[in-house]
């Protein structure tokens, strides 16, 4: 359960507060956040050909900025862990990936991605034309 904020805002609440929430974070990270190829990860594709959710990952050190690709690079500890946000995660306790998508190719394959996920219907259009 995510820790609640403390009222008082001593140093020792603060501490406790960042250890339990630290706690939360490993536990839901690793539940939710840890990748590991499924089915789905070769969906269309040889099965011994590579994820294509693009895992694993590179490690990056640190954040930086590519002027060649006009992209900013997020930091990567961990090659099977989705980019995320501790706090989004901790308090909204759901997995989510998180990128920087300024323009270009990526732009246009997110708007592509996102756009064709929300407008997923449960049955597939051969299904819908049987029942007229």
């Not at 960042?18 to 939360?24: C, N, P, S, T, Y």
């Not at 190719?105 to 592509?112: E, H, I, P, Q, Y």
Request: glycine content about 4%; proline content about 5%.
């Amino acid at each position: 359960m995510a820790p609640e904020v403390p009222d008082n805002q001593s140093e020792d609440a603060v501490a406790q507060w960042q250890q339990l929430f630290d706690k939360e974070h490993k536990k839901l990270g690793e539940k939710v956040q840890r990748h590991k190829c499924r089915p789905v990860c070769f969906k269309g594709r040889m099965s011994n050909s590579q994820c294509r959710f693009g895992f694993p990952h590179d490690i990056v050190e640190s954040s930086y900025f590519d002027a060649e690709t006009n992209s900013v690079i997020l930091a990567r500890k961990e090659c099977d862990v989705n980019g995320h946000n501790p706090v989004l995660l901790v308090y909204g306790r759901h997995n989510h990936d998180i990128k920087c998508i300024l323009s270009g190719k990526a732009a246009k394959a997110a708007m592509f991605y996102i756009s064709d996920y929300i407008t997923k219907m449960p049955i597939n259009t051969d299904q819908l034309l049987s029942l007229l």
